[in-house]
């Protein structure tokens, strides 16, 4: 998945499902680190912003604009099985609950 992600030229996140693994993960690979959720739960959400979205599973220039949360605190398993929460803010943000709706076979 890693290799997918960083190789892929349309996105830097992909979750399980996209590629017919039936688990609850995705990853996010911003070029200079990987992160692996596993098990995602939003513990809470906060503000609240229109903006633009495109999907590794559709064409580039499918873009929808959607509303999603810019602020959240996430509870997840990281590689080793350890409980973590964090907060992610802005872009982050967006991109947990994009891949969130993918884990729940959402495709905006
Ligand atoms: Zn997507």
């Known amino acids: 998945m890693i290799v997918i ?3 892929s030229r349309k996105g830097s996140w992909l979750s399980a499902n996209q590629i017919w693994i039936t688990k609850r993960f995705f990853i996010i690979c911003s070029g200079s680190y990987e992160m692996l959720i596993i098990n ?4 809470e959400a906060k503000w609240r912003k229109n903006g633009p979205e495109w999907c590794l599973s559709k064409e580039l220039h499918d873009v929808q604009m959607i509303t999603r ?11 080793n ?3 973590k929460i964090h907060y992610f803010r802005g ?4 991109i947990i609950q994009h ?3 993918h884990l729940n076979w959402i495709v905006v």
Do not use: H
């Open 69 to 79: 949360n810019t602020e959240l605190r996430l509870k997840f398993e990281d590689w």
């Open 91 to 94: 872009i982050d943000a967006v």
């Open 40 to 43: 995602p739960v939003i513990l």
């Open 99 to 101: 891949e969130m709706d």
């Open 5 to 7: 992600c960083n190789g």
């Open 81 to 83: 099985w350890n409980e």
